[in-house]
């Protein structure tokens, strides 16, 4: 059987199908002097998988380092799994002694397998060493926090993936689209540190037959400095094309925004685009994620004005577990409702009658119940980002490094190693997201055709292959091959009785 390179297909591979992996220790044979080997991982003769879990006894199959591609892929997927298993449980010895074993496979600098195996690992020992807050807190008490750095990097996730880009692209044809004719635009940019999207906007409106409309940008984020760059880049690119322009900072985090500050006035047609933020305003309920909220029963009399039909069909669908899923179930409307920052937010956006809002969210399911829901879900989503790098950079770009190390690798630890209000990765798929903006009085958007063509255009014109733009219900979803990354939706304020 031939297996793929990629460790996202090899991770399906083990999850779907039982997938046999042969592998031969030279220093072993059977009486006849054939050769012992192994099925599936399993070693026949020495007792129970995994033989060379041995505490203190290190690898007594240093061969194992001499795995093929693959095969180490696979056995990696599945030492991951087992020490998963043993964080999970609070067997700290047993993970450590599992932790040691990967370790001798695993490797930031290696293949990609081998990459999230290392990232991985260090988010599984973060979780252990959290048991140990003195120890955890002198070994992070010197660690230092730079937005700027952040900043960068976000960038080059921006230059060595599309996903950005075609967040942006299809944002703001659906931008374009809503605010034809209109002569004030108002658009408020929930995290603004990334011009790139705003000054193709201000191209694309100054081709517009009618001429271009006044334009005016509020831009959030909690670095006034960020902002400043912001406005002076926007500023130029306005001044050039002599578009009237204003741009209005908004120094806060998105948890503490006052929605009163965003000032929006009377005639000013307004836009709200979210790229990748709305998931972290769930940490904040995460206290409050098992008691039922009076927001709930609002919200739900709130959709049965409005979308009868839509919350029917999914009651139709799934009438008893619709309200006896766990909180952080995948789609449960009272978990929906007990989320009061979020539904506080959403209707405070809601309140400010937006002709369209836009919304970006990883397409995956990193809020989950149970610590093992969240690691191999982030197993198998962050496998095929690793893919997209693999596919495109070279495995000694050091800008490679910096986006898997301090980009995937910190989300994956956040993932993993953290709880309660510092979880912000909180990552959830369209689906929720659609009933909880329906909950919220949104109605949806269908994105265009037109939307779609010219982020397949962007694709070619750049040469990205194994990439797909899917539609999923109106909404757009950017896939690496078959696997879905990146959800873009489109919204609008709806009047309910």
Not at 34 to 56: E, K, Q, R
Not at 228 to 257: C, G, H, T, W
Not at 296 to 325: C, F, R
Not at 462 to 483: A, F, P, Q, S, T
């Amino acid at each position: 059987m031939v297996l793929s390179l990629y460790p996202s297909s090899l991770l399906l591979r083990v999850h779907r199908h039982s997938v046999s992996v042969r592998i031969v220790d030279p220093k072993m044979a059977q009486e006849d002097g054939s050769p012992v080997t192994s099925s599936a991982m399993y070693f026949p003769g020495l007792g129970s998988p995994y033989p060379w879990l041995s505490p203190g006894l290190g690898s007594p199959y240093p061969w194992l380092r001499e795995l093929k591609s693959e095969e180490r892929g696979l056995c990696l997927i599945q030492l991951l799994q087992g020490c998963a298993h043993h964080v999970a449980s609070g067997s700290i010895d047993q993970a450590n002694v599992w932790l040691e074993q990967i370790s001798q496979l695993a490797s930031a600098c290696g293949d990609t397998m081998q990459r999230i195996a290392a990232y991985f690992t260090e988010a599984l020992a973060d979780r252990m060493l959290k048991g140990l807050p003195g120890l955890y807190k002198a070994l992070n008490s010197t660690k230092l926090s730079s937005i700027a750095e952040e900043i960068h990097i976000k960038r080059l996730f921006f230059e060595l993936c599309p996903f950005l880009k075609l967040s942006y692209v299809i944002s703001n044809q659906a931008i374009v689209e809503a605010m034809e004719g209109e002569k004030m635009v108002h658009i408020i940019d929930l995290h603004s540190f990334e011009p790139a999207q705003w000054i193709n906007l201000i191209q694309t409106l100054n081709a517009r037959p009618e001429g271009p409309p006044h334009l005016r940008i509020t831009g959030i984020h909690e670095q006034k400095e960020v902002l400043d760059q912001m406005a002076a880049r926007l500023i130029e690119e306005a001044e050039k094309y002599d578009i009237p322009f204003q741009f209005n900072p908004i120094v806060s985090k998105l948890e503490n925004l006052d929605v009163e500050s965003l000032r929006v006035k009377t005639g000013e047609a307004l836009a709200v685009c979210s790229v990748l933020q709305l998931h972290s305003l769930l940490a904040t309920d995460d206290d409050m994620n098992r008691r039922k909220s009076p927001l709930a029963t609002k919200n739900l009399q709130k959709v049965m004005h409005i979308n009868q039909l839509t919350l029917g069909e999914w009651l139709e669908k799934d009438p008893i577990s619709a309200y006896s899923l766990s909180p952080d179930s995948s789609l449960s409307p009272l978990s929906l409702g007990a989320s009061p920052k979020m539904g506080s937010f959403l209707t405070a956006l809601w309140g400010l009658s937006p002709k369209l809002m836009v919304i970006t969210e990883q397409e995956s399911n990193h809020n989950g119940h149970t610590l093992m829901d969240r690691i191999m879900e982030a197993l198998h989503y962050y496998a095929a980002l690793f893919d997209c790098l693999e596919s495109t950079v070279s495995r000694a770009s050091m800008e490679r490094q910096k986006v898997e190390k301090m980009l995937f690798g910190e989300e994956i630890k956040n993932i993993i190693s953290c709880e309660g209000t510092d979880r912000k990765e909180r990552h959830e798929k369209l689906e929720k997201w659609i009933l909880r903006l329906e909950l919220s009085g949104f109605g949806r958007v269908q994105l265009s055709y037109h939307g779609r063509m010219q982020a397949k255009k962007m694709l070619q014109d750049c040469g990205y292959d194994g990439y797909e733009i899917k539609e999923d219900n109106g909404c757009l979803v950017i896939c690496w091959h078959d696997r879905p990354l990146f959800s873009v939706s489109a919204w609008r304020f709806r009047r309910y009785e």
